[in-house]
């Protein structure tokens, strides 16, 4: 979800204001995607090199999380259940305050009966560190065991992969997940991502109706 800050930026605002209007966006994305009958849609909220960024800003972002997992009316109305991936908050060098800790853990419980979109929210997530820690606690050393020890092994691989605001790169997100991913970039940034930027992401999969299985072409 990049691009927030430029957003505010060419608008004369401060950077905040970007994120706020992107928690509006995501808001608004859980909406259409839940419409649409996508299975899983996981975002990357705050990674684990986001802790460097002015404190003020940190705070902000932090609120705005306990603002969407504070959504519950509107995330049960759309049959959506709340999942969260991310550091461990018992392990060493988890930065998560316990606010945070908390509004995850009461949005997957009032969730939890929910049948239909998983949201994933992933939250002090970096994917190096996740498939480092997968490799460490999987036996044997295989690509099956490395699955089952991602931070939630029920993560189906990811069909596509969107990146927003001109960013033509990855950014240690789904690595392991999304190894067959497609790739969906687009200037638009996050703030203004709606309905028609997500049934283009959409359409790259009902293109390509198959995943590549080693095919050379
Ligand atoms: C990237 O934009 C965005 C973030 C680091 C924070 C993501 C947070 C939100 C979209 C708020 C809502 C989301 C949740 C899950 C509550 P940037 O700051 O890197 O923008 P820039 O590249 O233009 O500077």
Redesign the pocket.
Known sequence: ?????????RRGLP?TA???A??E??ADVVRTAARRNIGWLT?????TE?WV?PPS?VRH?LG??R???GRIEELNANNVRVNWIGRPFDEPGSRTPKSVQRAILQAIEDTKGNTGMVLT?A?DYGSRAEIARAARRAHPLDVDSVTTEMYDPALPPVDVLVRT?G?SRVSNFLLWQAANARVYFTDC??PDFGATQLDEALALVAKTAQPDHGATT
Do not use: Q
Request: charged letters at 25%; proline letters at 0%.
């Open positions: 979800m990049d691009g927030n800050g430029r957003w505010a930026k950077r970007g994120h706020t992107g928690e966006a995501l975002v990357f909220g705050f990674s986001n960024r800003e972002i705005l999380h603002k969407l997992f929210v939250f605001s960013e940034s996050w």
